[in-house]
């Protein structure tokens, strides 16, 4: 994996765990071209099976999570300018979705915009109860274009987000947590190790069927009723062959930890 990153910082504290970290504090960790590309770049990384088995994501700092685009970097773009890079974003939007292992977003500050979006992506959102989240792009002339809606909507519910997306206002850890926005509100100390020890509780799972688990748990979310069962009873299948699967058996009948291949 290519660790020579100029705007992340990523660090392995514990087996299996990696925790990434957006690393532009003086410009309120916020997007840039060169950040999106270097994301772009360890998620691909990550896509192929290694040691990997969970990541936590968050920022620098303790007042903000991720500002959103840099607007200073967008500002006197052309259209076509402001076209291609959102581009990019999309396509690392879309290479954290595929990934194979799942990502905690741990919110140690604001998550405003494209920021708020990278968290609504992620299969979990925790947050320092500091922590502040908006979609402000309706104030801007422009809309969440990350999955934002979407994912804002599956969250909270359709009238909920009609609010938030409609306003631009932020809310804070507790109103998201009330709202099924976040999953918890920690105090910002507690943060990063509860997140890693929650990825490390995830990591030492069996690494297929977690990967089969957040499959099902994305393809389903659109499909009704005989579809979604069609599609988890196919995943469930492609377990039955697996080493894994007879390890994860004859190690609980041993009353032993199970040795997970990936395979």
Known sequence: ??????????????????????????????????????????????????????????????????????????????????????????????????????????????????????????DLIYAADSARFALPEVKLGIMPGLGGVQNLVRAAGERRAREILLTG??????????????????????????AVDLAGRIAANAPLSVRNIRRVARETVVLSGAEAIAVELAAYNELTPTEDRREGVAAWGEKRKAQWKGR
Request: with cysteine; hydrophobic share 50%; net charge negative.
């Open 1 to 122: 994996m290519n660790e020579a990153f100029e705007t992340l910082l990523v660090d392995t504290p514990a087996e299996g765990v990696l925790v990434v970290t957006l690393n532009r504090p003086a410009a309120g960790n916020s997007l840039s071209t060169r950040m999106a590309e270097e994301l772009l770049t360890l998620w691909t990384d990550l896509a192929r099976p290694g040691a990997t088995r969970a990541i936590v994501l968050t920022g620098a700092g303790d007042k903000i999570f991720c500002a959103g685009a840099d607007l200073k970097e967008r500002d006197g773009m052309t259209d076509a300018q402001w076209k291609a890079q959102h581009v990019l974003f999309e396509t690392m939007r879309d290479a954290l979705v595929a990934l194979p292992v799942p990502v905690i977003c741990a919110v140690n500050g604001a998550a405003y915009g494209g920021g708020f979006e990278i968290a609504l992506n992620c």
């Open 169 to 194: 206002d932020p809310f804070t850890a507790a109103q998201g947590l009330q709202w099924g926005v976040i999953n918890a509100v920690w105090n910002p100390a507690g943060l990063i190790p509860e």
